[in-house]
Each structure stands twice: as structure tokens, then as C-alpha cells.
């Protein structure tokens, strides 16, 4: 059923691409995503994001970084 390939073919292009935390309209593939993050940021500069500790991709605003750190899914595999 071509209404099936497509509804899949829609899951993984979601799957795949990542949501630019500067910008939610801003779909970005996970490779090109560290880049763009950085670039994005200098576009944005009145957006205050911080870095995870444990993940450089991973960007949030400072009061919701605490409670990031304590769950993020990137700190088991540095301890
Ligand atoms: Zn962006
Ligand atoms: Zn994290």
C-alpha cells in the first residue's frame, strides 16, 4: 500500500531530523546539528540557552538545566 510507505517514510524523515533549539521551525539533520547549534546560536543572540554537561547537543534554558542534568540520557555513559 503506497498510503503505508508513505506514513512510514514520514515516521523516519521525523525520526531523523532534529528540532533546532533556537529555532522550533528549524528542522535539522542530527549529523549537520552540533553546526548548526553553533551557528544558530550567533544568529540568536538574545536567546540565553546553556550546554549540557553531558551532551553538547542538548541546549536549554538555564532554569530548566538543573532538572535536564539530573535525567539527561547522555550521563550514564560518561560515568
Ligand atoms: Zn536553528
Ligand atoms: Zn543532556
Redesign the pocket.
Known sequence: MNFNEAEGERYRQNEEMMT????KS?R?QPARFAL??V??EK??PHIKLEKCLYNSTHYFKKSKMAAHLLECPDKKKNL
Request: aromatic content about 8%.
Open positions: 533546532c533549539p533556537f529555532n528549524h535539522v548548526h547549534v551557528r544558530c544568529k540568536h
